[in-house]
């Protein structure tokens, strides 16, 4: 199956090393409208390169695109790969709206393409782990959950291009870097009925959020906390999930979420415990979350089903965000629940 790729920025990088390792997957080409950005591709990986989008979906042999651009510009571009009747994996977050959302998902079902959201946490061995704890219902009733992402993103970060930190084509912290935590709490936990947040642009020289925290209510009536920042000094701090049960007290944590930091289940002997832990302590990141995406996109697109992280999911967490930011901007609660009923229909 060939694929190419769109914005050949950092993230590209992971993309073109995983389609390589995927059975099956190609990539055969890259587009960006600095003919530059293409060069170690075409060197590295023997790829054509195009500074013509439309051009090089006029290909027939191109089968899946890698959407790496910034957020901003996904909707046009994703509606234009997807008008071109091909499969598309986009990069988190799906948009910066839930309007360009659901012209992105609309396209991509008019055209009968999949669609595919990039949140490679899912993946992780211990987060695949408590997802199966979770189902085996181990935890019993749940009370509460915390989703913390402290991380360092210093202004040089912010510096390398002009769109990072704007709220038009990147978001701040909780858009861009904690993302991913409430993609994995929103697959814990389920949907979300009501927030309330506040955020601050404190330390960081940017448009958007360098700093935001957050209360919300689960549609199970469980309780929750978003603490997101990307102002912690010189390197990352915490990246963590803990899941409060009335037979359980679990955390993944550390500084990017990959170990259990705290396992404690009703019935369950130190000692299985203990091999949980040295289990994921050996190899905590697995099989790399992006290598993982490809290789789920190639065979939805052979059995013809939905990807793992389908474009109504990704949906479903940069719902979240939005929320969030309208609950800061007029300082009050903000309903959640016709938007999640939206976006499962």
Same mark, same amino acid.
């Given at each position: 199956?060939?694929?190419?790729?769109?914005?050949?920025?950092?993230?590209?990088?992971?993309?073109? /090393?995983?389609?390589?390792?995927?059975?099956?997957?190609?990539?055969?080409?890259?587009?960006?409208?600095?003919? %530059?950005?293409?060069?170690?591709?075409?060197?590295?990986?023997?790829?054509?390169?195009?500074?013509?989008?439309?051009?090089?979906? !006029?290909?027939? #042999?191109? #089968?899946?695109?890698?959407?790496?651009?910034?957020?901003?510009?996904?909707?046009?571009?994703?509606?234009?790969?997807?008008?071109? @009747?091909?499969?598309?994996?986009?990069?988190?977050?799906?948009?910066?709206?839930?309007? #360009?959302? #659901?012209?992105? *998902?609309?396209?991509?079902?008019?055209? @009968?393409?999949?669609?595919?959201?990039?949140?490679?946490?899912?993946? !992780?061995? /211990?987060?695949?782990?408590?997802?199966? *704890?979770?189902?085996?219902?181990?935890?019993?009733?749940?009370?509460?959950?915390?989703?913390?992402?402290?991380?360092?993103?210093?202004?040089?970060?912010?510096?390398?291009?002009?769109?990072?930190?704007?709220?038009?084509?990147?978001?701040?912290?909780?858009?861009?870097?904690?993302?991913?935590?409430?993609?994995?709490?929103?697959?814990?936990?389920?949907?979300?009925?009501?927030?309330?947040?506040?955020?601050?642009?404190?330390?960081?020289?940017?448009?958007?959020?360098?700093?935001?925290?957050?209360?919300?209510?689960?549609?199970?009536?469980?309780?929750?906390?978003?603490?997101?920042?990307?102002?912690?000094?010189?390197?990352?701090?915490?990246?963590? *999930?803990?899941?409060?049960?009335?037979?359980?007290?679990?955390?993944?944590?550390?500084?990017?979420?990959?170990?259990?930091?705290?396992? %404690?289940?009703?019935?369950?002997?130190?000692?299985?415990?203990?091999?949980?832990?040295? !289990?994921?302590?050996?190899?905590?990141?697995?099989?790399?979350?992006?290598?993982?995406?490809?290789?789920?996109?190639?065979?939805?697109?052979?059995?013809?089903?939905?990807?793992?992280?389908?474009?109504?999911?990704? !949906? @479903?967490?940069?719902?979240?965000?939005?929320?969030?930011?309208?609950?800061? @901007?007029?300082?009050?609660?903000?309903?959640?629940?016709?938007?999640?009923?939206?976006?499962?229909?």
């Amino acid at each position: 199956m060939n694929f190419a790729i769109v914005g050949c920025g950092f993230i590209a990088k992971k993309h073109a /090393v995983a389609i390589q390792k995927v059975d099956d997957a190609e990539l055969v080409a890259v587009s960006d409208k600095i003919s %530059e950005a293409m060069v170690p591709y075409v060197k590295n990986y023997g790829v054509k390169a195009y500074e013509d989008l439309d051009e090089m979906l !006029r290909r027939d #042999d191109i #089968d899946v695109v890698s959407l790496c651009t910034p957020t901003g510009l996904h909707a046009p571009l994703a509606i234009k790969i997807a008008n071109a @009747k091909k499969h598309i994996i986009l990069e988190k977050p799906i948009a910066m709206n839930l309007e #360009d959302t #659901d012209k992105i *998902i609309e396209a991509c079902n008019r055209n @009968k393409v999949k669609l595919s959201i990039v949140h490679p946490n899912r993946f !992780r061995p /211990v987060v695949k782990k408590l997802k199966k *704890i979770l189902k085996q219902n181990q935890l019993g009733k749940i009370s509460h959950a915390n989703a913390i992402v402290n991380w360092n993103r210093n202004q040089e970060y912010y510096d390398q291009s002009s769109w990072r930190g704007t709220k038009a084509f990147d978001g701040g912290a909780l858009m861009n870097q904690a993302i991913h935590n409430l993609d994995l709490l929103l697959w814990f936990m389920g949907d979300v009925e009501q927030v309330f947040s506040m955020e601050a642009t404190r330390i960081r020289n940017i448009e958007a959020e360098d700093v935001s925290t957050g209360v919300l209510r689960f549609k199970s009536g469980a309780l929750g906390l978003v603490e997101a920042s990307t102002t912690t000094y010189r390197q990352n701090f915490e990246e963590s *999930i803990t899941i409060f049960g009335e037979k359980s007290t679990v955390k993944i944590g550390g500084k990017n979420a990959i170990y259990f930091e705290h396992l %404690e289940i009703e019935g369950m002997r130190d000692e299985e415990i203990n091999q949980i832990k040295k !289990r994921i302590d050996l190899d905590p990141y697995g099989i790399p979350g992006h290598q993982c995406i490809i290789d789920d996109m190639v065979k939805a697109v052979k059995e013809d089903r939905e990807p793992a992280i389908s474009g109504l999911e990704g !949906r @479903k967490s940069l719902e979240l965000v939005l929320s969030f930011y309208e609950s800061a @901007k007029h300082n009050q609660p903000i309903q959640l629940t016709k938007g999640v009923e939206h976006a499962n229909n």
